[in-house]
């Protein structure tokens, strides 16, 4: 089992630059998360997708930030334009119907200098 | 989703049961108490779940009090891997409320 994945692991970009990051769910999981993990607020739930539909995007930052799910196998996150603040850890996660455990990627280091 | 309160940091020697407590004093009928735990640069890792009985996998042993307020995540032979920090979640299982609220957890130290 492949697990969660993302890429790229770990981004280094100018502010002003735009940042997409990707996730590839576990096969067979509907429901796909993205968060983002500061030292300074923890981890944070950014939006969810369920069935490929975003069900909850209370959490994402501002419209600097958007998220899609084109396929049940495939999402990304974009920041455009990228700021300093935006640096962070960002976790892409995903369960399955029953919803009782979901499962985390490694993560995407995202520095924005 | 019920507050939860764990310590800010506990300690644990290698080869020992390290018991990891948690208060959840509001939780509600339907609400389960998961644990995940985050090593280090990794993301966070399910470790096991419970409504009112004892629960026990290959990972973790998960003890909750009968009157559900508070619960204890019990490593019973302690590694130096299992340093990390450890949550406590209380949640609806399933349905449509598949969405998990992280405090800031317990920085577990395995000491050799």
């Known amino acids: 089992d492949a697990g969660v994945i993302q890429s790229p692991r770990h981004e280094v970009t100018e502010m002003g630059q735009e940042v997409t990051l990707r996730c590839k769910p576990i096969s067979g999981h509907n429901s796909l998360f993205w968060y983002r993990q500061t030292m300074m607020r923890g981890l944070e739930l950014l939006i969810y997708?369920?069935?490929?539909?975003?069900?909850?995007d209370s959490g994402m930052p501002e419209d600097r930030f958007s998220a899609k799910m084109p396929n049940a196998s495939f999402s990304t996150l974009k920041i455009q334009p990228s700021e300093p603040r935006d640096s962070a850890v960002y976790f892409c996660?995903?369960?399955?119907?029953?919803?009782?455990?979901?499962?985390f990627g490694e993560g995407s280091w995202l520095t924005v200098v | 989703d019920a507050k939860t309160t764990q310590p800010p940091s506990m300690d644990c020697a290698e080869g020992r049961a390290a018991n990891l407590p948690c208060n959840h004093s509001t939780i509600s009928g339907n609400e389960y108490v998961y644990w995940y735990r985050q090593i280090h640069s990794q993301g966070p890792q399910y470790i096991i779940h419970?409504?009112?009985n004892n629960e026990t996998n290959e990972m973790a042993s998960l003890i909750i009090t009968e009157d559900r307020k508070s619960s204890t995540l019990i490593l019973p032979h302690a590694t130096l891997r299992d340093t990390a920090v450890y949550y406590c979640?209380?949640?609806?299982?399933?349905?449509?409320?598949?969405?998990?609220?992280f405090g800031k957890g317990t920085l577990l130290t395995v000491n050799p």
């Open positions: 996660a995903s369960t399955g119907t029953a919803g009782n455990t979901i499962y």
């Open positions: 979640i209380a949640k609806n299982s399933g349905g449509s409320n598949y969405k998990l609220t």
């Open positions: 997708f369920n069935n490929n539909v975003p069900i909850d």
């Open positions: 419970g409504l009112k």
